[in-house]
């Protein structure tokens, strides 16, 4: 039993840390349901490489509303689910004819060691075939843990390297202002993809 205890307290307290993270960001952002949805706070910027070598800005989609997810491809759990959703979320933002004109969709590694751009790309034509409107990104490790959290994304990297981090969303305005955060309620829970479309589609036709 000692064993056991030494070897897995860190994802323990890890796990519980952000789920208590994660429960206080659902209260301070669920928006009351008001159908107008409050300024958080200003976006952090970013100028990470994408998963073709390039490089790209938030500055570059100015004007259109965002999406900024973080993630590591290598994840076990919850990453991979989510960007399923949020492939889903791409479908159908691009039968509505707003997907690139008026979004653009951002996936941001914190995991640059296993996640080179060549990883990312293999990664990343999973779910979609076309990365012109959605971006995968990486940077260095500690650049991207901050950027995470600049987020309300909370990463914890365990001895074994493995992570635990807060399952979250940021929505973003054509201000680039943060209007709402979409996360899990629970640990495991995955995303629905649908609040995601609802609250992108509302910031899009917002004046």
């Not at 159908?35 to 998963?51: M, Q, R």
């Not at 999406?67 to 979320?89: A, H, N, R």
């Not at 990486?138 to 843990?145: F, V, Y």
């Not at 001895?159 to 979250?168: E, R, V, Y």
Request: charged share 25%.
């Amino acid at each position: 039993m000692q064993e056991f205890i030494t070897k897995h307290w860190f994802k323990g307290i890890a796990a519980a840390a952000i789920i208590a993270i994660a429960a206080v960001l659902i209260l301070n952002t669920s928006g009351g349901g008001s159908s107008k949805l409050p300024i958080i706070k200003k976006a952090t910027e970013f100028t990470l490489e994408s998963s073709d070598g390039t490089e790209v800005s938030l500055k570059d989609s100015n004007g259109k509303v965002r999406l900024v997810y973080f993630f590591w491809s290598t994840c076990p759990d919850i990453c991979q689910p989510t960007t399923y959703e949020l492939s889903k979320v791409k479908q159908e933002l691009e039968k509505e004819g707003l997907m690139g004109k008026d979004v653009m969709m951002y996936s941001i590694s914190f995991d640059p060691e296993r996640d080179t751009a060549k990883q990312l790309q293999t990664y990343s034509t999973k779910f979609q075939k076309d990365t012109t409107n959605w971006k995968f990104l990486r940077g260095e490790e500690k650049a991207m843990k901050d950027l995470a959290n600049a987020y309300a994304v909370s990463v914890l990297k365990g001895p074994d390297g493995a992570f635990i981090h807060t399952n979250s969303i940021a929505l973003l305005d054509r201000e680039g202002n943060i209007r709402k955060y979409i996360s899990s309620k629970d640990a495991g829970d995955i995303i629905d993809y649908k609040e995601v479309v609802q609250v992108v589609t509302q910031l899009s036709k917002a004046k």
